[in-house]
């Protein structure tokens, strides 16, 4: 199972670009990388998902290097809404069988 | 789309008491789900992984005769907490997948607290 690392926290302030970069050295070659926001008392909500290069979706934008052994998580324009806890998952397989390993996330304060 | 309910999403129960939470997937299908637990300001942790219509597979140090997981359809997955003590007060997360994708969804969560 591949093992993720990502910073612990992160400060921005309203309006900034956030970027959260996320290692998984021992990715396997079926793996997807995924990322979650948690806020406190909620479970975890799909924030992207992709496989390799770039994938943008109407909340955030993932870059993935070409040797997939990081990713930077990207928020643009981030707001007080977004302080919340975000999770950088690799898959153990393709399908809806894949288990998901969780780190301690990287907690982000948005600040006025 | 795909979206996963839990209920209740609040319980508490008197220690030496049986808690059932329920798990469902409103809009597909889910061959498997999966039971989290996490505890205040830590990591979710995975409990079990639910298959319909066979047995869960629990994780190293989970007790299967504890947390009994029932997966009696496509949509809904059972995690009953036989004799919850103090210990088990934490807070529960199901998550499942659309066959058709690597994603998975997760409920809201069912916070568990044992006097």
């Known amino acids: 199972l591949a093992k993720t690392t990502q910073p612990i926290s992160m400060d921005s302030y309203e309006g900034q670009e956030v970027n959260i970069t996320c290692s998984h050295n021992?990715?396997?070659?079926?793996?997807?990388i995924t990322w979650y926001q948690q806020f406190p008392s909620q479970g975890p909500r799909f924030i992207i998902q992709?496989?390799?290069?770039?994938v943008t979706n109407e909340v955030a934008s993932l870059f993935i290097p070409a040797d997939r052994k990081s990713s930077t998580l990207s928020l643009p324009r981030v707001s007080l809404s977004d302080t919340a806890v975000y999770y950088c998952?690799?898959?153990?397989?393709?399908?809806?069988?894949?288990?998901?390993?969780w780190g301690l996330g990287t907690s982000l304060a948005v600040n006025p | 789309g795909a979206v996963v309910s839990q209920h209740p999403s609040r319980v508490i129960c008197k220690s030496g008491t049986s808690v059932k939470i329920e798990c469902r997937s409103l809009?597909?299908?889910?061959?498997?789900m999966f039971w989290y637990r996490q505890f205040p300001k830590q990591s979710l942790m995975l409990m079990a992984t639910?298959?319909?219509?066979?047995?869960?597979?629990?994780e190293q140090g989970v007790e299967k005769d504890k947390f009994l997981i029932n997966h009696a359809s496509l949509t809904l997955s059972t995690l009953t907490v036989t004799s919850a003590h103090p210990e088990d007060s934490s807070f529960y997360i199901c998550?499942?997948?659309?066959?058709?994708?690597?994603?998975?969804?997760f409920g809201p969560g069912t916070r568990l607290t044992v006097l």
């Open positions: 998550s499942a997948s659309p066959s058709s994708s690597n994603t998975q969804y």
């Open positions: 809009d597909f299908q889910a061959t498997t």
């Open positions: 639910s298959n319909e219509g066979s047995k869960a597979t629990y």
């Open positions: 021992n990715i396997a070659t079926n793996d997807y």
């Open positions: 992709g496989y390799k290069t770039k």
């Open positions: 998952l690799v898959g153990d397989g393709p399908g809806n069988n894949r288990k998901l390993i």
